[in-house]
């Protein structure tokens, strides 16, 4: 069964505090590992797709990285805008995301 | 359509009725997912849709959940005797041919009193 841990479940920076967050995977066949953002009241938004291990992928404040058994989402320099809940969902051979329980990001001004 | 579009975009209803919730997903998008997500929770795996038919069901939790999709493109998502334990914010996906690019809707918020 495929299965994604997220940690840590919250985490409170400083505005400019650059930090990661990690995902733990385990997965039959990978397809892809995604990561995505949340925020309340609103559906997950595509940030990323990582198919293999060694890929890297980048946007803004945020870099997508990728091994055979997890992934870092790094926030360079982050601002409040960026606070949101992180999710990260694997695909693979079932053809559906399987999700993390996601990480809840404060940043303070 | 621009986006995956889903209706209402709150439900409340009673312990014991029926309730319809509805997805309009991107013009083109062979696939069509369902997922339920509880408060602090990431979302979770309903029922997946490669055209008119179900491909994978094993997500829905019992016989009170049933989807359709009759034309290939809107799908809508039944609960018979609905429960408390099934309020949630239902979230719709799709995809085209479900081969990643996974576009998601807002959710209907569904609360049962």
């Known amino acids: 069964e495929d299965q994604v841990t997220q940690s840590p479940e919250a985490l409170r920076l400083q505005e400019g505090e650059s930090s990661s967050l990690n995902c733990s995977y385990t997965?039959?066949?990978?397809?892809?590992l995604f990561w995505y953002r949340q925020d309340p009241g609103k559906g997950p938004e595509f940030l990323f797709t990582?198919?293999?291990a060694g890929e890297e992928k980048e946007k803004e404040r945020l870099k997508a990285t990728l091994t055979k058994k997890e992934s870092f989402l790094h926030i360079t320099a982050p601002k409040p805008e960026d606070s949101a809940t992180y999710l990260c969902?694997?695909?693979?051979?079932?053809?559906?995301?399987?999700f993390g329980q996601g990480t809840r990001l404060t940043i303070n001004p | 359509g621009a986006g995956v579009s889903q209706t209402p975009s709150n439900k409340v209803t009673e312990k014991g009725k029926y309730v319809e919730l509805r997805c309009d997903p991107i013009?083109?998008?062979?696939?069509l997912y369902w997922y339920r997500q509880s408060l602090g929770q990431g979302p979770e795996f309903l029922i997946y849709?490669?055209?008119?038919?179900?491909?994978?069901d094993s997500g829905l939790p019992n016989d009170r959940f049933f989807a359709v999709r009759p034309e290939g493109s809107v799908s809508t998502l039944k609960i018979q005797r609905t429960e408390r334990g099934d309020s949630a914010v239902y979230l719709c996906?799709?995809?085209?041919?479900?081969?990643?690019?996974?576009?998601f809707g807002s959710g209907t918020r569904l609360t049962v009193v």
């Open positions: 996906a799709s995809s085209l041919q479900g081969s990643g690019g996974y576009t």
């Open positions: 013009s083109g998008h062979t696939a």
């Open positions: 969902a694997v695909v693979g051979g079932a053809q559906k995301l399987v």
């Open positions: 849709f490669q055209g008119t038919g179900a491909a994978d």
């Open positions: 990582l198919y293999s």
């Open positions: 997965v039959s066949g990978l397809r892809g």
